[in-house]
């Protein structure tokens, strides 16, 4: 049964079924999920754009997912979409140190740091216009 759920569970991730992943997920009594289906949740949320709660639910598996590249993008993922650009880059640098050839955690990496530099000078010239 549990085989099932997890292959369900991908299945809808690569149909982009995520709202349908987070349902099923939703319907285990909290104390039950573990960090498997923590996992599959924040991914789930994360594509929903739904990234406080994603956070919430990678922060379960905190303890597992420090050696995990995979696990730090996704963490960083979800700070990047919340404009919180250092926490972003502080966790693409990690999953960059754990997988240097990860394409995507470049991009990412690359971006939170543009984005991280040129924000200063954004809040400067909103200031000067004052």
Do not use: C
């Amino acid at each position: 049964m549990r085989e099932e759920l997890i292959a369900q569970l991908n299945k809808w991730h690569e149909e982009d079924k995520y709202q349908e992943i987070v349902d099923r997920i939703k319907e285990t009594p909290t104390i039950l999920i573990d960090d498997e289906l923590a996992t599959h949740l924040g991914r789930a949320l994360n594509n929903l754009g739904r990234y406080k709660s994603a956070l919430k639910w990678f922060m379960k598996t905190a303890d597992k997912g420090k050696k995990d590249p995979l696990w730090h993008f996704r963490v960083g993922y979800a700070h990047y979409y919340l404009d919180e650009l250092q926490d972003a880059i502080r966790e693409f640098e990690i999953a960059h140190k754990l997988d240097p050839e990860d394409e995507d955690t470049i991009q990412f990496l690359e971006w939170s740091r543009k984005e991280a530099a040129e924000a200063p000078a954004d809040k400067e010239s909103d200031e000067e216009e004052e």
